[in-house]
């Protein structure tokens, strides 16, 4: 059973895609996380700032962009997170936070290697999947510069 869905490619807007990935202003870096070392950040929707036990809350920047894109990746999405990876970067094995559902709809920009359980999966550029982030997932190190999209949903209090 695969532990990933392909649930389509952006094709047709994949280069205005990452023209607009890179003119992204404010990408923040996450200095204090142990999983994503070297990457950069940006929240849409709602920001959530991953503390533990209780996660943080607050604006995000709007995009009509990602509007769309989350309407149709993952209806009723809360926060999408723009994630920039240079070469070498990658993430550690995690669970995502409890404070948000497991369900992510995710678009992929570049090419990279996904582990989800025992699973390795090569993620295409334009390709979007749906994953269970509460499996152990990582990301290994890319060789090129590579870009995400994420979007999720808040467990309801």
Known sequence: MNLIETIGYV????????????????????????????????????????LKPNAKIKK???DA???????????????????????????????????FEPLVGLVNIGHATFRIGNQEHKLEDGQVIKFDSSILHELLPVVSERWSLSFRRIKPH
């Not at 894109?69 to 994630?83: E, M, Q, S, T, V």
Request: charged share 20%.
């Open 60 to 62: 995000g920047h709007w």
């Open 65 to 99: 962009r990602v509007n769309r894109l989350g309407d149709r990746i993952l209806p009723g999405w809360d926060c999408a997170l723009l994630c920039h990876y240079p070469p070498g970067v990658g993430m550690k094995p995690h669970y995502d936070h409890p404070v």
């Open 11 to 50: 094709r047709t807007d994949l280069q205005s895609l990452h023209d607009w990935t890179n003119h992204q202003f404010g990408m923040r870096s996450m200095s204090s996380s142990r999983v994503a070392f070297g990457r950069t950040h940006k929240w849409f929707g709602y920001e959530v700032i991953l």
